[in-house]
């Protein structure tokens, strides 16, 4: 099983900013693909952002333009950089690490880092 390690989530005012980060470790012999969801209270996980399999970053339309995606495949690493950050983004943030191999794969789910905004 992939463990993963959240942080960075926090409490801020709106317009304010955090950087998420999730490690992801245990197995070495599958490829991970770490994406971002979030869930918040009485509400469904939604999709928040990731890397598809051409390469390309894909982004939820409700935070397209404020956060940006990025990661570091030799450290199993994945950010979430938030900006302009709006009370409608308070969720639990987890991350998801799928274990890849050839055509098979395996979710994993971290734990999650909460995020609060309000004033």
């Known amino acids: 099983q992939v463990q993963m390690v959240e942080s960075g989530g926090g409490s801020v005012r709106p317009g304010g900013s955090l950087r998420l980060s999730c490690v992801a470790s245990?197995?070495?012999?599958?490829?991970?693909?770490m994406s971002w969801y979030r869930q918040a209270p009485g509400k469904e996980r939604e999709f928040v952002s990731g890397v598809d399999a051409d390469g390309h970053t894909n982004y939820a339309d409700s935070v397209k333009g404020r956060f940006l995606h990025s990661q570091d495949t030799a450290k199993n690493t994945v950010y979430l950089q938030m900006n302009s950050l709006k009370p409608e983004d308070t969720a639990m943030y987890l991350c998801k690490t799928d274990c890849v191999v050839g055509d098979s794969r395996t979710p994993n789910w971290g734990l999650g880092t909460q995020v609060t905004v309000s004033s």
């Open positions: 245990g197995y070495s012999y599958c490829r991970y693909d």
